[in-house]
């Protein structure tokens, strides 16, 4: 088969497990717009809806995540005319495609799943049976990530280390797939990029480990600014007394600023931090200042969009249009080369 030129896909799914935070938007969102901004490819994001599924959320939160996280990205900066941005629920033929995966998926590679073989561990550690609590759906969470890679024919997966895995199965399934059926079709081979661990894209949180839900140590993005001051004066510091000179990389609270204030205010902040005479209490306030400033744009953009009835309803329409359209055609290369639906 000749290979028509095509640009390249760049796909990633955003799971709504909570209300976004500050190591969302430093941790993911940013760098996946700054990536469909300056990219070569055509770039493809969606809401994982039905992948929040697997921890049992309650019928109200995963809605009303879901439509929280989809705020936040546009309110962030997602252009819709340039990402095709969508709901993964929004696109059936992801869930036919998973199921086609699956018959062609060894049970051993998913055992091998860091996700699934964690909730094994945990549970062996705590004497329960293995596989106490797991249901079917965590443990074929990496073959309906799969189907939503090779639906779109993606060539590019941008996420974290933590997903990396979970790519590269996708890439296994695919080679599965293409050997089992591939003389008159072949799926795509997705690829994984992974962010430099150099690039500082993680946040420490309220404890001083890394912001994230699970730990619930983090900020929310959307927060009135006398609470956001709050909880920024809850972001742990040392008891260097304030005439005293400080390290600046060490501070949680100078880590936070510096994602958030220009760079000419982040270096002179560390000036006067490392001569002494500032105390960590002024150094809050200011980080509250600069996080007021940067988020009260967005925040107001975010009520707008995440309000019933909103313009974000059309433009997830529009974006499940066009990835149905693509989608619809995959299935329909994949059905016909399994011998279904004829
Ligand atoms: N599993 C990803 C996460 O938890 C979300 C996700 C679902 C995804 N489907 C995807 C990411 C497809 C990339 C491509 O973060």
């Keep these: 088969m000749v290979e028509t030129e095509r640009r390249k896909i760049s796909l990633t799914g955003i799971k709504p497990s909570g209300e976004p935070h500050l190591g969302n ?14 990219g070569d490819a055509e770039s493809r994001y969606f809401i994982a809806d039905e992948h929040a599924l697997t921890g049992a959320p309650a019928a109200g939160d995963v809605a009303s995540w879901t439509r929280a996280v989809a705020a936040t990205w546009i309110a962030a900066g997602l252009d819709p005319e340039r990402t095709v941005f969508y709901k993964q629920s929004d696109v059936p033929e992801t869930f036919e495609l ?9 049970k051993g590679l998913m055992n091998r799943a ?12 705590a ?11 965590l443990f074929n969470y990496p073959v309906l990530m ?28 695919a080679g599965s797939f ?17 962010p430099p661990e150099t690039t500082g894209h993680t946040l420490p949180g309220l404890d001083g480990r890394k912001m994230s839900k699970s730990y619930d140590n983090y900020i929310p993005l959307f927060l009135p600014a006398p609470k956001l001051k709050k909880l920024v004066r809850r972001i742990p510091t040392d008891s260097t007394p304030v005439e005293a000179p400080k390290d600046a990389d ?25 001569a002494g005479g500032v105390g960590w209490g002024e150094l809050k306030n200011q980080l ?38 693509q989608a619809a055609r995959e299935l329909r290369g994949v059905r016909r080369a399994v011998g279904v639906g004829a």
């Design 25 to 38: 938007l430093v941790g993911a969102i940013r760098p996946a717009l700054e990536l469909a901004r300056t």
């Design 98 to 106: 998973t199921w086609i995966l699956s018959c062609v998926t060894g």
């Design 114 to 125: 860091h996700a699934y073989k964690a909730a094994r561990d945990r549970n062996t550690a």
């Design 127 to 137: 004497g329960e049976e293995p596989d106490a609590g797991v249901n079917l759906g």
């Design 146 to 173: 799969a189907a939503d890679i090779l639906v779109m024919e993606a060539d590019l997966v941008p996420v974290g280390r933590d997903q990396l895995q979970h790519v590269e199965i996708a890439a296994d399934v």
């Design 178 to 194: 293409n050997h089992r059926y591939g003389e008159s079709f072949r799926l795509r081979i997705p690829e994984a990029v992974v």
């Design 250 to 274: 060490s501070s949680a609270v100078f880590q936070i600023l510096a994602q958030f204030a220009e760079p000419d205010v982040v270096a002179d902040t560390r000036k006067r931090l490392e």
């Design 288 to 325: 509250a200042d600069v996080l007021e400033a940067q988020l009260a744009p967005m925040r107001d953009r975010y009520e707008e969009l995440v309000a019933p009835g909103s313009e974000l309803d059309a433009i997830l329409a529009r974006g499940a249009e066009v990835a149905r359209e």
